[in-house]
């Protein structure tokens, strides 16, 4: 028998905080300055996945007034009778994290003792490291959200990316976050570019939730797109450039991902 179950939701908004020296190479002579780097979880929940493994999900956001290179968290799930299951460590899926940009975050804990998951009271999500970075992604990738809806028990949304500036992109991929109604994280998703994207090209794109079941699709209310590329920009842009924000379903530029 398939077991599948909601375990908690839980809205959160935590900063964890960690210091690091940054190190400046706008010019050759390069300096040190000892920086307060500031990550916000601001929301996360859990699951069973159909496979039966424990998931842990949700969304941080950078803000410190500088980019970071990666961010990695420690999650630690306790229960209600003190037990916990064993800690785990898992990347944010961003690179090069601009200032007051949003991502989401995804860790299997794969198969555990599910009297300690029925018990579940506590998530711990700290700071593992987040070192900082002078540059940024290539950021001349819009997208066009062609079609956004539950197809086959599966939140879709689907279109095309273009290459709209003048270098090559490689390596990308299209990041969904699935929001409830309450903008609690319930789902996340990724779909990868088979080839690079050449100056003044396009490409289709389709983005599912991992471990699909009726049982997350029927949570989902809203979505939000990010695009990452392992294409980088020396210099950073200002904090406030719409280059440095997840594309959303609330944005003009995507539908909206809501249903009925």
Do not use: W
């Not at 009297?115 to 999500?125: A, E, G, M, Y």
Request: charged residues 10%; hydrophobic residues 40%.
């Amino acid at each position: 028998m398939v077991l599948f179950c909601m375990v908690k939701l839980r809205a959160a908004k935590i900063v964890v905080c960690i210091f690091f020296v940054f190190s400046f190479f706008l010019s050759p002579n390069s300096f040190g300055q000892a920086v307060n780097t500031s990550i916000t979880v601001l929301s996360y929940s859990s699951y069973i996945s159909p496979s039966g493994h424990f998931v842990v999900l949700g969304e941080v956001q950078n803000t410190c007034s500088h980019s970071l290179e990666s961010v990695s968290l420690d999650v630690v799930v306790s229960a209600s009778d003190g037990s916990q299951i064993p800690a785990n460590t898992t990347d944010v899926l961003v690179r090069n994290f601009l200032p007051q940009q949003i991502a989401p975050f995804y860790l299997d804990f794969g198969k555990i003792d599910f009297d300690i998951v029925s018990k579940t009271s506590t998530f711990n999500i700290s700071l593992s490291n987040a070192p900082p970075t002078n540059y940024h992604q290539y950021p001349d990738l819009p997208l066009i959200v062609a079609f956004n809806d539950i197809l086959n028990n599966v939140y879709t949304v689907s279109g095309s990316i273009t290459n709209i500036g003048n270098q090559t992109a490689n390596d990308i991929k299209i990041e969904a976050t699935y929001y409830n109604n309450a903008g609690v994280v319930v789902g996340v998703g990724i779909a990868t570019l088979k080839d690079a994207l050449a100056p003044n090209s396009s490409a289709d794109f389709s983005v599912n939730e991992f471990d699909a079941s009726p049982n997350i699709v029927t949570k989902i209310s809203k979505y939000a797109l990010l695009v990452q590329t392992s294409t980088q920009v020396f210099s950073l842009p200002p904090a406030t450039s719409p280059s440095g924000k997840a594309q959303s379903s609330d944005s003009a530029l995507l539908n909206i991902g809501i249903l009925a």
